[in-house]
């Protein structure tokens, strides 16, 4: 009935259309709603956008025929694709790095801590931007770039070819300003507790736009990298994903920082060290498990290509990773009687930077033993230093990142299927590593210690001793990251401070 009604108004406003009487335009365009949709049942309607859609893409598709995809495009896409998707993994374990350090340390520090780790990937990508991708890239000499700043220059200003033979610039740099910003990440875990925020930020310019750049341009920029061309013909120093590019270069940073710094109150009494447990090891853990996973970014995405290679590196990352969990575990246990879920979790992260340096070129069995031998030297390593140097560290970062990527690196000369002492027999590429960690170390301990005193000496590095006890999040943030929940407030150093602050 109302499909007549509606057809009878049509012939009527047809009619009325003759005869010079117009209906009046929206009432026109309600009949013309009526007659059409009032047929379609709302699946059909539905269909509407679908039927655009295909013939959008059906015109695509004829375009794309007037210039086909060839294999090395296909590859070159793939290539992309892959380090895009890397290069998230790596600025992902920026929330692995936050949620580790702030469940090692008392709640009391929890805002300042989260803070510093989300703030840092923002400075490193401005800085990166501007000065430190063309210093670490360039290619005008063999210590430092000097072209391209604000990511202005072509593909060849950075050693790149162009796509499809390289990688697009925005891609390859998305893919560094991760590992930079990783660098410094490392060393506020070093500094936790008693540094003040505007002096770990300014510090943190400094790394990620000068120094690390510039050890970065002698091992990973091609031609003008003198430690990477260090041999000649014969080779030079190796370090595929960044034992010492990265990790060794944030541990000596946080290693001066954490010595000028001066330990945190309470933490030694009579020449002996305490323990100040972590607020929360159940994001401390699941820091670590997002870590884990943010290295198969790292690794496997530092060949810098979609092939074979890549399924390779992400398993030799990956049984290096849990072999130091292994020995960690049992190393600890062995030492202190318990398991201690501080060292599995070190142990863990101690692998994966021991295996950094030579995940493509060793065996499985390699990976196993450079990873379970990294996992021993970072139980012994937190000891050593906490107790003996008397360096307070409160996440063992200058032992997982320096200590065990110092020892991944010189593995490279050991391991190595092809250059390494025990498959070639040659004790050359051992001693090009060696080269390569002195040189990469001296040069980041000597930039490092004139920032942290030109810091101490200018706005000061340290928080009052009265915010130190208090806490950073309101002595410095003004907020609490636990706001509402019963704290215990009784002095520093005391078991109830230890246990919940």
Known sequence: MTRLMSKRKFRMGRESARSGNFPEPAQLLQDMKKLFFGRMAPGWLACIPLAIAIVGLWGMAASAQEEPLTPEKVQALLNTIWITIAAILVIFMNAGFAMLEAGFCRQKNAVNILSKNLIVFALATIVYWAVGYSFMFGQESSFIGLSGFFLTGEASTYGLSEFPEGLPVPVFFLFQVAFAATAATIVSGAVAERIRFDAFLVFSLLLVGISYPITGHWVWSGGTAWLFNLGGDSGGFRDFAGSTVVHSVGGWAALMGAAILGPRQGKYENGQARAIPGHNM???????????????????????????AVPYIALTTNLAGAAGCMTATFTAWALNGKPDLSMIING?????????????????????????????????????????????DPVGATSVHLVCGIWGTLAVGLFNTETGLFYSGSIQQLLYQAIGVLTVGGFTVLTATIYWYVLKATMGIRV???EEQVGLDVGEHGMEAYSGFVKDSTAIGSPGEQGML
């Open 282 to 308: 159940s994001i401390a853990t699941l820091g670590c498990l997002i870590l884990w996973i943010g290295w198969f970014g790292f690794n496997p995405g530092s060949q810098l290509a979609a092939d074979e």
């Open 464 to 466: 009052s001793s009265h």
């Open 348 to 392: 863990v992260l101690a692998g994966l930077v021991g295996i950094t340096a030579g995940c493509d070129g060793v065996s499985y069995l390699g990976a196993v033993i450079i990873g379970a031998i990294a996992g021993v030297i970072v139980v012994f390593s937190v000891g050593i230093f906490d107790t003996v140097l008397k360096i307070d």
